[in-house]
């Protein structure tokens, strides 16, 4: 190339300025010199973000800027009436979006009302200035949105209207051309080939296919999913890189491109603990849903951390899945950190009927290792002084499933009897729980009972009676209901049967059984109706042969509320119940609720028969209504009920203090 030389111009030796001559006159501009007195005037106010010219993408992946068009949108309609106004006062101003109307979801809606700086200040005083610094703000922040829903070339105008007499805000306007939709034209997930015949599978849990919008909370979704996916189908070390996309602006399309890291096929191996203080490497397994050669789940290593946690030994848990190292199995490493294991509990309540009453326990949770806990428990109230030692172990022998021995003394002093009694009991159940709410549950046991009681059968009789019994609980229940201690929604129902021996003189047999129902039907968001019912009768003996402490009885806060606990029924000379062979009660309730509190009117009835079948035509009602306070545990209620026909003797207001709902 050629050398270019600078040659300067000629220096030229005289001035052609005459420094004496007249200045010619200033040319005139057009414009009157501007009155700085004068107070600011606007009618209308219209002021627009100015026009951004998007940059040049570097990249195919590079997403353009938004170009904010102030000539896109048609003019504000004009004001009601002109209002003067000064620009660099402070005023409120109300926030407005149009465009959306076929985009814009709880999702969008919710992000810019979180995030918009506009929305923030709505309401708040704002001079002119602030306000527009805050629509290019919002601007790049509807961009940003936009181009998440995939509409990669929207235009959005800013604007602020004068305010009128009829609302003295500024109206901001945000309003917004989509554009085209861009979709995907390919999607590519390199890497998944190698997953074998579990290709497939792993394939349909990524949702986004050819042809779907890009939209970014999809394809985080369905890469979330993948990633799921992966872990639960045998891949404990697989690595889902971010997704990338390239967008073809002139095709309004773009290809979906990630990478995916298997990190081999696995099947569960081994589990190792640093130390057995806790639990041994075998209850552990034990107490795990998959064997040694299963394919690896990640759902399941989760299920075991949950119930490790749920035996209150552990206040964490870690699970880490290791390389056994032949490329085949994946050893799971258990990392515990011990809990407290010892709590002391109180309680204190009052009810109708029943007076006042004190309950205090010890447990040690792991006193025979693995969870094996020991329990003592004491009472002290109006009617009741108990003491007890329990033995439970939990996960015995199989998970869920609960061994408990029981040995108490106790002495009841009620109105339907005064009992003295000494009880040794075993059951053998498996449990539901709040975390693993189970569909069904069962039990069986055994007990043995000596019971040196008194009611009024016994005094006619010449005083007390001692009764030897055995018996062989079993029960089975079916739990279809959304929640334990809360339910809104599906039914539950279960059945007791009790073959027992009672010796009193002589040895004679009878069988108790139950059974419970309830349903529960939501109305709206804020109601439930919920209803009750049970039935029950012994069959074998007379009523005067079997222990009063056997008996069925109804009334109370579990029962039927308005009336005394174990009040409704046949009474003797004295006034006091008696108890009977067969039960039958019945309640319906309306659960309304108000974030953490609710209100539940309801109406109970219920009756006791000394025959061997229910009856239903001397049902007692009670009605009442209740407040609830929805913890994190659990609803705490409060019911007060009155007997709409009561018996002689029955107070006229009952008042039941107690957690978790009445059924």
């Given at each position: 190339m050629p050398a270019q030389i600078y040659a300067p111009p000629p220096v030229r030796s005289t001035l052609d300025i005459d420094p004496n001559a007249t200045l010619a006159p200033m040319p005139d501009l057009g414009v009157?010199?501007?009155?700085?007195?004068?107070?600011?005037?606007?009618?209308?106010?219209?002021?627009e973000v100015p026009d951004a010219q998007a940059p040049v993408a570097t990249s195919e992946a590079d997403t353009p800027t938004v170009t904010v068009d102030a000539a896109a949108t048609p003019a504000d309609p004009p004001p009601e009436q002109d209002v003067e106004f000064d620009a660099g006062a402070e005023r409120r101003y109300r926030v407005t979006l149009a465009g959306l109307e076929n985009i814009s979801d709880t999702v969008f809606a919710t992000r810019f009302d979180e995030l918009s700086v506009l929305k923030q200040g709505d309401g708040k005083p704002a001079n002119l200035a602030q306000i527009n610094r805050r629509i290019k703000e919002d601007t790049a922040l509807l961009d940003r949105l936009m181009r998440a829903k995939g509409y990669y070339d929207a235009r959005i105008r800013g604007s602020v209207s004068a305010p009128t007499a009829a609302d003295q805000r500024l109206q901001v306007s945000l309003d917004v051309v989509p554009g085209p939709l861009y979709v995907l034209a390919s999607v590519d997930l390199e890497g998944l080939q190698d997953t074998g015949p579990k290709e497939p599978v792993l394939r349909d849990a990524f949702s986004v296919k050819v042809g779907d919008p890009i939209d970014a909370d999809k394809i985080v979704g369905a890469q979330t999913a993948l990633t799921a996916a992966l872990g639960n189908n045998g891949f404990p070390f697989a690595k889902v890189e971010e997704p990338v996309v390239r967008v073809d602006h002139e095709a309004d399309k773009g290809d979906l491109d990630m990478i995916i890291a298997t990190g081999g096929y696995r099947t569960f191996g081994r589990i190792v603990l640093p130390d057995d203080d806790l639990f041994s490497a075998r209850h552990v397994q034990r107490i795990a849903r998959f064997r040694p050669g299963d394919t690896y789940t990640a759902s399941d290593v989760e299920d075991l951390r949950r119930a490790l946690v749920a035996t209150g030994l552990v206040s964490s848990v870690k699970l880490t899945p290791k390389d056994a190292g032949d490329g085949e199995h994946v050893?799971?490493?258990?990392?515990?950190?011990?809990?407290?294991?010892?709590?002391?509990?109180?309680?204190?309540?009052?009810?109708?009927?029943?007076?006042?009453?004190?309950?205090?326990?010890?447990?040690?949770?792991?006193?025979?290792?693995?969870?094996?806990?020991?329990?003592?428990?004491?009472?002290?109230?109006?009617?009741?002084?108990?003491?007890?030692?329990?033995?439970?172990?939990?996960?015995?022998?199989?998970?869920?499933?609960?061994?408990?021995?029981?040995?108490?003394?106790?002495?009841?002093?009620?109105?339907?009897?005064?009992?003295?009694?000494?009880?040794?009991?075993?059951?053998?159940?498996r449990q539901t729980n709040i975390i693993f709410q189970k569909k069904w549950v069962w039990s069986v046991g055994g007990e043995l009972v000596a019971s040196d009681e008194r009611d009024s059968f016994s005094q006619l009789r010449g005083g007390r009676r001692t009764f030897f019994i055995g018996a062989l609980p079993t029960g089975l229940t079916y739990d279809g209901s959304d929640d334990l201690l809360n339910p809104t929604t599906g039914f539950r129902l279960g059945g007791r049967l009790s073959p027992e021996l009672s010796f009193q003189n002589s040895t004679f047999g009878y069988i108790r059984a139950q059974i419970d129902g309830s349903i529960y039907q939501p109305m709206s968001d804020r109601i439930t109706l919920a209803g009750r019912a049970r039935l029950g009768t012994i069959f074998g003996s007379t009523v005067s042969r079997i222990a009063p402490s056997r008996r069925f009885y109804a009334g109370g806060g579990g029962s039927v509320r308005g009336y005394g606990y174990q009040a409704i029924g046949p009474r003797d000379a004295n006034n006091d119940p008696i108890?009977?062979?067969?039960?039958?009660?019945?309640?319906?309730?309306?659960?309304?609720?108000?974030?953490?509190?609710?209100?539940?009117?309801?109406?109970?009835?219920?009756?006791?028969?000394?025959?061997?079948?229910?009856?239903?035509?001397?049902?007692?009602?009670?009605?009442?209504?209740?407040?609830?306070?929805?913890?994190?545990?659990?609803?705490?209620?409060?019911?007060?009920?009155?007997?709409?026909?009561?018996?002689?003797?029955?107070?006229?207001?009952?008042?039941?203090?107690?957690?978790?709902?009445?059924?």
């Open positions: 009157d010199w501007p009155d700085m007195d004068a107070p600011d005037t606007m009618a209308p106010l219209m002021a050893d799971l490493a258990v990392d515990v950190t011990a809990a407290p294991p010892r709590t002391i509990a109180g309680e204190i309540g009052y009810g109708t009927g029943e007076g006042y009453r004190i309950e205090a326990s010890w447990q040690h949770r792991n006193f025979f290792p693995p969870e094996g806990a020991l329990t003592v428990r004491g009472v002290a109230g109006t009617q009741e002084q108990t003491g007890s030692v329990t033995y439970r172990r939990n996960n015995f022998r199989k998970r869920d499933q609960v061994l408990t021995g029981l040995l108490s003394v106790s002495n009841i002093n009620r109105n339907a009897f005064d009992a003295r009694t000494v009880q040794l009991s075993g059951t053998l159940e108890g009977g062979k067969s039960l039958a009660e019945f309640s319906l309730e309306a659960r309304v609720r108000f974030g953490n509190f609710g209100v539940v009117p309801f109406v109970d009835a219920g009756n006791i028969s000394t025959a061997a079948l229910p009856r239903f035509n001397d049902l007692r009602i009670g009605a009442g209504v209740g407040v609830r306070y929805y913890s994190n545990f659990g609803p705490i209620r409060i019911d007060v009920g009155t007997p709409i026909n009561p018996q002689r003797g029955d107070s006229k207001i009952a008042v039941y203090v107690s957690l978790g709902q009445a059924f």
